[in-house]
């Protein structure tokens, strides 16, 4: 088993950036963002260390060993996994590996079609938690059942937006926003589409065009994600990042203090 499983002093597990094995290299926002929700799901469990998104990708494409990678992050075990995906089919492989040996603890095939994915990425998370012997309050059985998008080409959608948004800059932040607003058109009660509009349209506010019209955009679409999801931590985080561009800082610090709260 994973040393330290069992405790939730160390329970804890990196979810190392999946390895895009598609025949198109473009496919990587996909294996991506794969990663990032299974962070985020984790994320929630307060009796598991899940280092962040950016502590991770700091190692995408290094070759290091399993166990330099546990004494960097802090960490007694990391999924590795591979994503191969082509049209409406994909392929997840997943595995759990000990940092003390380098062991694999289990590993999981994932043969099935793109309507699956946001089950797949539940039973992963599942059997991660349950194999670190993770015990998990009723407050967090239910934040870590996802709210799936309802199509999944919005998904995708969403997905790429995400990747353009990181790349910042303002030609990124173009790209991106129009990602989720297709994703938004693909499924307009989509709350993570929103909650990324609103992100990425405050971000060119700061840094790229700094007009009433873009501010307001922010707003709207960060107002639209807490309608439609009030328990989400990342609409709580967008509406947080909206206010404080126009100085409504009471409102910022609720919805920070919230964001946290909830994630």
């Known amino acids: ?3 330290g499983a069992g405790t939730s002093k160390t ?3 990196a979810i190392l950036p999946f390895v895009n094995i598609s025949a198109d290299p473009d496919n990587e926002y996909f294996s ?3 990663t990032e929700e299974l962070i985020n799901a984790l994320a929630k469990v307060q009796g598991l260390k ?3 998104r950016t502590s991770v990708f700091a190692l995408k494409g290094k070759s290091m060993p399993v166990e330099e990678i546990g004494r960097k992050l802090g960490v007694a075990s990391v999924l590795e996994g591979s994503v191969r995906k082509a049209g409406d089919h994909i392929r997840i492989n997943v595995q759990l590996v000990g940092t003390d040996d380098g062991n694999t603890v ?3 095939e994932y043969d099935r079609e793109m309507k699956d994915v946001f089950a797949i990425q539940d039973e992963i998370s599942r059997k991660i938690v349950d194999s670190l012997k993770v015990k998990l309050t009723p407050t967090e059985e239910h934040a870590i059942e996802r709210v799936p998008a309802r199509d999944t080409r919005g998904y ?4 790429r937006g995400r990747r353009f948004f990181y790349r910042g800059g303002a030609r990124n932040y173009r790209t991106a926003e129009d990602l989720f607003n297709k994703a ?3 499924d307009p009660t989509y709350p993570l589409a929103y909650a990324g509009l609103a992100d990425v349209t405050s971000f060119k506010y700061m840094y790229a065009e700094s007009t009433p019209q873009v501010l ?5 679409a960060s107002k639209k994600a807490l309608d439609l999801a009030p328990d989400l931590a990342q609409a709580h985080a967008s509406r947080c990042l909206a206010p404080s561009l126009s100085k409504e800082y009471t409102a910022d610090a609720e919805e920070l203090q919230t964001a946290v709260q909830l994630d």
């Open 11 to 13: 329970a804890s597990i």
């Open 50 to 52: 899940v280092p962040a």
């Open 1 to 3: 088993g994973v040393p």
């Open 156 to 159: 995708e959608f969403y997905l």
């Open 32 to 34: 991506d963002g794969m």
């Open 184 to 186: 938004i058109q693909m």
């Open 106 to 108: 289990w590993s999981e």
């Open 216 to 220: 307001e955009q922010a707003n709207a």
